[in-house]
């Protein structure tokens, strides 16, 4: 069992007008976008964070720094397969057992997408989806999340490298 690791990862964006926001691989209709270097995606972000941690590869910071105008509007799911390419290089027995994701946002309402955003997750993570989870969370009009002025994921993988 020494080879089963635990990761943990998480991630915050402000909430902007004019930009799409983007969960989870999905790009969600709604008035408010995701305002970063990249597309926004905290619930990949907060997951590439969770795998490089339990394959101790660093963070998304230096895999794809913000400083590096390369990386910006960068599309979270190509960060996502060039995380996993970086892990099987380092592991060639990488394999992932579980995801579980949190999302906190006020609105809009999550319940309905997440049935896609979890098939859309186990499809770029090439497991099924019986090992992804999806949770929404509202923060109950405590700020920022609450006010509807940012969104943030917390993403918890078990990997086995």
Not at 79 to 87: D, F, G, H, M, V
Not at 128 to 140: D, G, Y
Request: proline letters at 4%; charged letters at 20%.
């Amino acid at each position: 069992m020494n080879n089963v690791r635990i990761g943990q990862g998480y991630d915050l964006h402000r909430l902007a007008e004019g930009i799409s926001l983007k969960l989870g691989g999905l790009t969600i209709d709604f008035d408010k976008g995701s305002l970063g270097h990249s597309d926004g995606d905290v619930v990949l972000h907060a997951l590439i964070d969770a795998l490089l941690g339990a394959s101790g590869l660093g963070d998304i910071g230096e895999l794809f720094p913000d400083d590096d105008p390369s990386y910006r509007g960068m599309d979270s799911t190509w960060a996502l397969s060039k995380t996993l390419a970086r892990i099987q290089e380092n592991y060639p027995d990488f394999q992932i057992l579980n995801i579980d994701a949190t999302i906190f946002l006020e609105r809009p309402k999550l319940r309905p997408l997440k049935e896609a955003m979890r098939n859309t997750l186990a499809k770029h993570l090439g497991v099924a989806p019986s090992a992804v989870s999806i949770k929404a969370k509202t923060a109950e009009g405590f700020f920022p999340v609450g006010t509807s002025d940012a969104v943030a994921a917390s993403v918890v993988c078990l990997v086995k490298l």
